[in-house]
Structure formats: structure tokens, C-alpha cells
């Protein structure tokens, strides 16, 4: 278990690392991954793929201002 993680969806401390800069909550079943001060968030799929869930916990404000602009001016 890591100490001082709490899940940013359950707010459980059971967080488990399962690598380098990977962990994974069994309170809600997600995994973290976890780079300097950016977290994602991902759901595990139940053919073992991830997708990601940062848009739920972070919205448009947590993304780079550059690829903000990047989306914008391709959907003109």
C-alpha cells in the first residue's frame, strides 16, 4: 500500500503500486498514474484496456493551454 495516496474518485488510502509510476485503487477499482504533479486516471476495461477518465476529474482547465488551442483550431 502507498502511504498518503488517497483515490481522487473514492477517497480511499487502499492504493496499490503495480509499477514504476503506476498505482491502482481497490476501493473503486481504478488506476493512477502518477508523473512529477500529473495524475490520470484510468478505468480498467474488461478486456484489460484502459480508458481514461481525466476529462471526469479534470476537465478542459487541467489540459496545457497549447493543446487546448491545438483542438480548437482543428475543429474550425
Request: glycine fraction near 10%.
Amino acid at each position: 500500500m502507498v502511504n498518503d495516496m488517497r483515490c481522487p474518485n473514492c477517497n480511499s488510502k487502499d492504493i496499490g503500486k503495480i509499477g514504476s509510476h503506476q498505482f491502482y485503487c481497490w476501493g473503486c477499482f481504478i488506476e493512477l498514474t502518477v508523473n512529477g504533479d500529473k495524475m490520470s486516471v484510468y478505468q480498467v476495461e474488461e478486456d484489460g484496456t484502459l480508458s481514461s477518465l481525466d476529462d471526469l476529474f479534470f476537465g478542459d482547465d487541467w489540459l496545457p493551454t497549447d493543446v487546448g488551442e491545438t483542438q480548437t483550431s482543428t475543429q474550425m
